[in-house]
């Protein structure tokens, strides 16, 4: 690692374990019982929360006997909060005096079914705000039940899936996506194969991140999205299985078990998922090109045959209830079947054709990611805590594809000498370091600081070959379109070393959160054919070989939260925080896709960096059966990194570049209604306004328009006979760089009911009810308008059953176990 980066960093770095900091005065104490049994309940997690945000100032795990103790600054009125699995969730408002606050005996409450299974009685079940996130429980989610964790995030409030399979958030992409707090190895352009991999049914919640502070990477202008895997910590040996089925060849199944005794918890996971998908596609193109039939009417048809997967592993050990040391490893493998028929019609006017082609697409995918890392966490209870984790991933792929395409004439007669037959392989590689160290120590009377160092090193390689028979000689041969050859291979990459320093301060009325960022990025590219500077000129494409691109820059971050509580349940936020996105794998390298060569896309790799500077301000207030949160937010982007359409021989050509600006200002309304506990609904909207305006070399563009979306949720809760979860959202239109994206509706609808005494549960649900799930497309330059409209199979019944499986040992079982001091032998 580059010393003088250190030492840049280590500037905003605070000296650990410094013994100049003031300590806190006050200490919490106390003891965690069950309220049935008033056994004591060892490793219950007990926290002080700010009353305003729910902000955790301080915390601590019970003992073996339930006790817990430790120090907090500043007193005033705190808000208690103690989880443990199993029991319903305690809050208790409460005044911290200076000194000793002894809160003697706490009792708990078993939850209704004992395993984990919680039923949705109101909205705050689902919804739970932080100082800087909004944290959602989907363990119940009736609706993606089956599904992925695809369609767990399009039910959430202000999150959409967009044509391509992105995430979208308040209307802007570039989504960082973390699982359980880590980022993944697979780039942000792989969002779809990252979201596919996780079952629904193993996420246990989502925190929607939209305005990060500097503790988070700076990458991801829309913000992250942070999906918290379900791991067991119960005692004893516990478990669930659940499985599915749905329409169309769609199954799923997996296992999620535990063993914690003593300090040991070791936990395992397991998920099969294949599915039958297809799509279509369908695109009408009017152009002025020279040599070129003047219309192309383009439509395909896919089948994808898709499964995979997933393993997870690991242990916990707990030395004392002040540290613990943790390792894990995931393994996901994956394939895919695909075959496709795309039909191109060349036309000189509607309805009269010049020529046809028929080109079969048969192609091959397998993919294996893995992942293991290691950490551990430490916490003095007397306001000091430090944590450090290490991950390593790889990824590798084989994807190849056949081609067979056929060539008929103006009379519908084909012409076998132009029949084509061509195979395209494009294998991957990707591998990811993670390190991290953070750290957090009370200074002062509702005073924190919080500081770390992070490392990430991406290293990412693309490769394809294409071949095309020759018909004489019964040989392939290599492809060239526009003095490009097709076979290339390309090398990215991407070093980010960072440091972070944040100041809390918590009191009565005004909160704050204030943090420094500095992200030091070295990227390097490589590729074997490319395209120098300028590269789209008046002739388009200028090729060149065996090019090499550097890029470093050293960039600060700045953030800060504000929280007012204005009084009882009433608070006002503001925010602002700074974002960069950098370009991906897939902007940048410089591949013609060979799929479809009249929709072809082509890389940039001289893209720089864009920068986003982010704003909120929000307006939350409660009442018994009532919470709203409104918001205003604007998102500034300048070199922003956008996708553009330009004519390309004989169809159209998808390229990134830098526009001048991006902007998104918007309104968020959010509204959360309990009728009664059976019944509640949230209500959400957003209204945004969109531009988007740069040149193309001397083409200038610009491109705004006013779009909005509205999304609800709603739970309903018949005693005794079922759950039901009903959810709609409505994307109005959107402006894109030369075009629109038309309106898109979709409704889901699901059931489910316990049986088995509660350790099962039975689910049925039907997402896409009224099949309205399309995009459609419209573009225009001064060469080429296009109208494209795809859609994938989107209303789809499953049905799911899960069941639970619990063996918690006696109090009396454990304090044997215990003597045995935590060795191994005491594990089995």
Known sequence: MNRNLFSILLVIIPVFFS??????????????????????????????????????????????????????????????????????????????????????????????????????????????????????????????????????????????????????????GNILIYINGRPTNLTADDTESILEQYPANDIKSIELITNPSARFDAEGVGGIINLILKEERMHGFNGQVNMSAGTGNKYTGGINMNLRRNRWNLFANYSYQYRELWEKNE????????????????????????????????????????SSARVYSNINARGRDRERTYNISNLSAPLVLDSMYVRLLEEDQSRVNYETGLGYYWNDQNGRSFNTNASISWSSQDRIEYFNQQYFDSNMEEVEEKLQDQFYERPLDSRMMVFEIDYEQILGENVQLESGLKGTLRHDYREQNFGQLNLSTDEYEEVVLSGIPINNSFTRDEDVYAGYLIIRNNNSRLSYLAGLRAEMTYIKTHQEYGLRPGFLDDDHFVPSTDTTTRSNYFNLFPSIFLNYEISENQDIQANYSRRIRRPGVTAMMPFLNAQDFYNLRLGNPYLEPAYTNSYEINYIRSWENYMVTGGVFHRHTYNGITRLFVPFEQGAMVTWVNASTINSTGLELINYFTFNSNFDLTLSGNYFYSLVEGQLEDDPYKNESYSYTLSLLGNMSIPGWFNTQVSANYWGPRVIPQGTIKPVFTMNIGLRRNVLNNQGTVSLNVSDLLNTRRFKLETSSDAIVQKREFYRESRIITLSFTYRFRNYPEQRERRREDSIEGDIEGLF
């Open 19 to 172: 013994n100049n900091v003031i300590q806190a005065k006050n200490t919490i104490t106390g003891t965690i019982k069950d309220s049935i049994s008033g056994e004591p309940l060892a490793f219950a997690q007990v926290s002080i929360l700010q009353v305003s945000d729910t902000t955790l100032i301080n915390g601590a795990i019970t003992d073996y006997e339930g006790i817990f103790s430790f120090q907090t600054a500043g007193s005033g009125i705190h808000l208690l909060r103690v989880n443990f699995v199993g029991y319903e969730d305690f809050y208790k408002q409460l005044y911290v005096e200076s000194g000793k606050n002894d809160l003697g005996i706490i009792n708990i409450t078993p939850s209704v079914t004992q395993l984990g299974e919680v039923e949705i009685t109101a909205a705050a079940s689902l919804f739970r705000g932080e100082a800087d996130r909004r944290v959602y429980n989907v363990e119940n989610m009736t609706i993606a039940e089956g599904g992925t964790a695809i369609q767990l995030l399009e039910a959430l409030p202000s999150v959409q899936l967009d044509e391509e399979g992105s995430i979208m958030v308040r209307g802007s």
């Open 283 to 322: 695109s009408f193109q009017e152009r002025d090109i020279m040599d070129s039939s003047p219309i192309v009417d383009l439509d395909y048809q896919t089948e994808n045959y898709l499964q995979s997967h997933l393993v997870r592993i690991g242990g916990e050990y707990e030395f004392n209830s002040n």
